[in-house]
């Protein structure tokens, strides 16, 4: 399909004025396009040439709107740091529709496009760094196989915005399935808007849990908990084993489908430390990394009241029951993989756990160790293993690869395609919070090299690239624990 082409459709704003604003966006008045995702384009259905269009820097700023495009502005409100906020919605951003696509509907969501309703006191712009993050972030989250939103393009400009400092404005085309928020049942429960909070169940369901359809919506509404219920348990499994730290884990930054979702002051693990805190706003650390299963679970029973108006406490308390054997059942799974087990024993968990109290003592690389690990065959010494252990944990790492060594012998796998498997679920490449500030600042003097580079990396990121070894390096300590803030 070429860009001319493209027509979207609004299965959303056709709910009804009770779901938000019609509103136009604020365009750039010299916008310059700064990147094109050809793999995103794929998904929509676009020809990848069209990467090439120069209609994208109008597009990407909502100077020109694509055909049949009628922005939305979405109101929500939910729980931040544990506190219910009712001004809450698309303050910066706006539903252009939807595309269809192999049997899928893919949402556009223009964020940066300027004030809206619901802006309260912002200006309703992003900024080139937070916009390169999040642009980023998606493609560093699906590329691990971990479900999340994803962005089409970025579009820059030289209007000055105003952060911690003053930096430059900049849109990017969030794609989403849905963006649809723990937040969305939230505002309509407590607005009792009941009759529309039952349209935004059967209006989820019919396109998620489409065996529901015809049931009434206490049923719909319980089988909806449920479902979530299951994706969140599956999607935080997936962080807690690739060292990803969201960092605002809100109601309003959850989807109700399971995505990895509003991305601002996230991190990945360098030195493996469960406490990480990647937000210099989170003083409690209630978002630090080891506290994300917890929170996510409470954010469920905060989706969970919102569906009290339709279905017993009894029904929702079993629903939510569900979370944490599933979390423990998919995160067994996915370290199982990490540690290139076929199998599953009794030990594991305290295999596990023992690895990571090891390499939590000696603030060793997380990634790093698990891709070298993936090379391991039994060796003695484990040199590699060791230049990323110091040498007061050595004893420990030959007494865990002592139990390691036992717990292969016992599935008496070959250790090439054991290996193998384990480079497949060990990545080389993350998205470091210092590659990515190194990636902004190339982008903010107009070198969009790196950024390309890393899209690249990211999108199979379990590859060698023996180019790009230098990306795949420890961090310097200067590199370690950036401030990360929300408005980034």
């Known amino acids: 399909m070429k860009l001319s082409e493209v027509t979207l459709s609004h299965h959303y704003a056709d709910l009804g004025d009770a779901f938000g604003t019609r509103i136009d966006p604020t365009p750039f008045e010299h916008p310059k396009l700064i990147h094109v995702n050809p793999a995103v384009l794929q998904l929509l259905g676009i020809d990848k040439s069209e990467a090439q269009n120069p209609d994208w820097a109008q597009l990407g700023c909502g100077k020109k709107l694509f055909n049949g495009s009628r922005p939305f502005a979405m109101k929500y409100t939910g729980h931040q740091f544990g506190v219910y906020n009712p001004d809450l919605g698309d303050g910066r951003a706006l539903l252009l529709g939807e595309i269809e696509n192999a049997g899928k509907r893919w949402e556009l969501h223009l964020k940066g496009a300027g004030k809206t309703p619901y802006s309260r006191f912002g200006d309703g ?121 969201h960092g605002v884990l809100n109601t309003d930054n959850m989807s109700i489908i399971g995505d990895t979702f509003d991305y601002g002051p996230y991190g990945f693990l360098d030195d493996y430390e469960p406490t990480f805190i990647c937000n210099h706003s989170d003083h409690t650390g209630r978002y630090a990394f080891e506290q994300q299963p917890g929170v996510v679970l409470w954010n469920l029973n905060a989706l969970a009241h919102a569906f009290s108006a339709f279905v017993s406490v009894e029904a929702l308390r079993d629903c939510l029951e569900e979370f944490q054997p599933h979390l423990i059942d998919t995160y067994a799974a996915q370290m199982r993989r990490k540690l290139g087990l076929q199998t599953a024993e009794d030990g594991d968990q305290a295999l596990c756990a ?14 790093l160790f698990f891709r070298a690990l993936a090379h391991y ?38 250790s090439r395609v054991r290996n193998r498997a384990m480079l497949a679920a060990n990545p080389k490449f993350v998205l470091r919070n210092y590659l990515a500030q190194k990636i902004i600042d190339a982008a903010e003097v107009g070198d969009y090299r790196p950024l390309q580079t890393m899209v690249e990396l990211l999108q199979s990121p379990f590859d060698e690239h023996p180019q790009h070894e230098t990306w795949a390096v420890a961090p310097p300590e200067s590199g370690k624990h950036m401030p990360v803030s929300c408005s980034s």
């Open 354 to 367: 023992d690895l990571l109290q090891l390499l939590a003592d000696a603030s060793a690389d997380y990634t």
């Open 125 to 245: 712009r992003a900024v080139l760094r937070s916009t390169i993050r999040e642009y980023l972030a998606g493609e560093a989250l699906s590329g691990l196989g971990i479900p999340s939103t994803r962005a089409l393009c970025i579009v820059g400009s030289d209007e000055p915005v105003v952060r911690e400092q003053i930096e430059s404005g900049a849109m990017l085309i969030r794609v989403a399935e849905t963006h649809v928020r723990f937040g969305h049942f939230e505002y309509l429960f407590y607005t009792k808007q009941l009759q529309a909070l039952h349209k935004l169940i059967e209006f989820i369901c019919r396109r998620f849990v489409a065996d529901t359809a015809e049931l009434p919506v206490s049923e719909q509404a319980e089988a909806l908990l449920r479902f979530t219920t299951r994706r969140s348990a599956e999607l935080v499994a997936g962080w807690q084993a690739v060292g990803f730290a």
């Open 377 to 414: 065959r039994g060796e003695r010494p484990p040199a590699a293993l060791q230049e990323l252990i110091p040498p007061a944990q050595h004893e420990a790492l030959e007494h865990w690869l002592d139990h390691y060594d036992q717990r292969l012998a016992r599935e008496d796998s070959d």
